[in-house]
């Protein structure tokens, strides 16, 4: 192995990790988000001036090691899963590193075509992994003043200013011949940050002045640790836990919702005389309507489903969970998703996906005011379409259900949330995470979060939240991924561009 390749494996292993730790890491569980400003300068330098073959080699070699490292709290999940999801989120990168050639002479074109063919490759993965939007703009969802400009762009936008922040700096440290360049390119950054932090600035001033009513909302947050048998003595004591806890937060304070996080009730208690007794007589009791996640059996299998229950102990509402996890919640029927499961011995339940979005009326039970909210449950917080389907209905906020205890690292709880928080600023709508050990947190319609709710993590609580309904639609709402597929053309007309060039260069 020559200098050479030593020095480029170490650049991409620089640039891999740089990569990781710009998100909830081992060492931080908020990640260090400026590192994503730079991390992609080595990924360019060993890109510059290769052949396709070697592009695709070292674009693999990023993105399978960087997210090998970045969804390592996946781990004690499933390994398989882990190696899978690892795998395919790595195909990003390859897509980018094989379309990768920039002109030469022509810095304004490259500028505009390296990000938006890093957006258009992204894009191209969410589609393949049917909406799971997990993108490099996840990773500054703590910059508040950044990610507003998700409500106009999606995700995608702040991936956009990343990828161009890191391509203009890599221009001006390794390309720049002179000082003009170097001072053009040096521009060409403040400029766009200048006019990115702007806009943050402005749509926050403009989101603090909603009037709205509030509605008061209290999650349970158990951290009960389901692994293992759950024999009819144990799902018992579950529930007994839950009504102990349930009662407690009542004692002293005018509610308009209690929710139970995701699988709550592992089982249909419906079914069972004896929990629905207990549940429902809880629900009279306090007077107040309930969310409750727990498994459904109907004639089609089993859901895994949120149940709103009236006031008055009446099931007025249920929704069934539709994006299902492949090799977790079932195995998709082709031979593919069937040799892996067999090969990696996966024994999965086979969970039926529901059919209708999780749209439920709620009446405050203070104030009389009535609103619509959506549900989601567990990895449907990774699908922006969710969120953007229920905002266009009319949906003042949305609730996620999720039941996370399997994770061992605080940092897979934070990543996890990152998705809502980016999908409460693209939609200009609030979300409440209910998690059984966390992290269960009120994020507002500009995707702010209290700081100190991250103290919660894997703790028994109850919480409290005053959330203020939204129904004001954003832009990215609108339009949706109009600006990938912006990109996605120009990746196109670039191509042809750079073929046309190289032809009548070597003619």
């Known amino acids: 192995m020559s200098n050479r390749d030593i020095v480029m494996i170490l650049l991409v292993l620089i640039s891999a990790f ?36 070697e592009r695709l080699g070292i674009g693999f070699a990023f993105g399978f090691i960087a997210n090998l490292l970045a969804v390592n709290w996946m781990i004690p999940y499933s390994g398989p899963g882990y190696f899978l999801l690892s795998f395919i989120l790595a195909g990003q990168a390859v897509i980018f590193a094989i379309l990768y050639r920039p002109l030469n002479n022509k810095t304004l074109l490259n500028i505009l ?16 992994m049917m909406g799971e939007s997990w993108d490099l703009g996840h990773s500054q969802s703590f910059d508040i003043h950044l990610i507003q400009v998700a409500n106009l762009f999606g995700s995608s936008g702040i991936s956009f200013v990343l990828i161009l922040i890191n391509y203009v700096a890599y221009l001006v440290l390794f390309q720049s011949k002179d000082l003009r360049s170097k001072v053009s390119g040096l521009i060409t950054m ?30 349970l947050q158990p951290n009960i640790d389901y692994r293992g048998d759950l ?27 209690i929710v139970w996080p995701e699988t709550a009730i592992p089982t249909d208690f419906m079914r069972d005389s004896a929990l629905q007794k207990k549940i429902m007589s809880l629900v009279r009791d306090t007077r107040i309507p309930f969310l409750i996640g ?40 082709s031979l593919f998703w069937k040799k892996f499961a067999q090969i990696f011995d996966v024994d999965s339940p086979h969970l039926v996906a529901g059919v209708r979005a999780g749209m439920m009326d709620l009446q405050s039970q203070r104030q009389g005011d009535k609103i619509r909210f959506g549900v989601a449950i567990c990895s449907e917080d990774n699908v922006s379409q969710v969120f953007r389907d229920y905002s266009q209905g009319g949906a003042g ?16 709880f934070v990543m996890h949330g990152q998705h809502s928080v980016i999908h409460s600023v693209e939609n200009s709508i609030p979300t409440i995470r209910v998690a059984n050990s966390g992290w269960s947190v009120l994020i507002d319609d500009a995707g702010r979060v209290p700081r100190d709710s991250l103290l919660t993590l894997q703790q028994k609580e109850f919480l409290y939240f005053n959330v203020t309904p939204n129904t004001r639609r954003s832009l990215y709402n609108i339009i949706g991924d109009t600006f990938c597929l912006l990109c996605v053309g120009f990746v196109i007309m670039f191509q042809f561009i750079t073929r046309k060039f190289s032809i009548r260069k070597s003619g």
């Not at 099931?315 to 919640?329: A, F, G, M, N, S």
């Not at 205890?405 to 940092?411: E, R």
């Open 113 to 128: 075509y390296v990000p938006s063919l890093w957006v258009a490759s992204e894009y191209l993965r969410k589609s393949l």
């Open 397 to 412: 906020f949305v609730i996620v259900l999720l039941n996370n205890g399997w994770f061992s690292q605080k940092a897979g």
């Open 294 to 333: 727990s498994i459904r059996e109907d004639n089609n299998g089993l859901h895994n489903s949120a149940i709103f229950v009236d006031a008055n102990g009446n099931i007025k509402q249920v929704y069934d969970k539709r994006h299902l996890i492949p090799l977790t919640e079932f195995i998709p029927d």
């Open 231 to 257: 024999t009819k003595k144990r799902i018992v004591d579950i529930v007994d836990a839950y009504i102990v806890l349930t009662r407690e937060a009542v004692k002293d304070t005018r509610l308009d919702l």
């Open 190 to 219: 403040v400029v766009v940050l200048v006019m990115v932090y702007s806009y943050g600035f402005i749509s926050l001033q403009a989101k603090d002045q909603s009037q709205a009513s509030e509605f008061k909302i209290c999650v």
């Open 18 to 53: 740089l990569f990781y730790l710009s998100f909830p890491n081992f060492i931080s569980i908020v990640g260090f988000s400026f590192l994503a400003w730079v991390f992609a300068i080595p990924f360019f330098i060993c890109l510059e001036n290769k052949k396709p073959l």
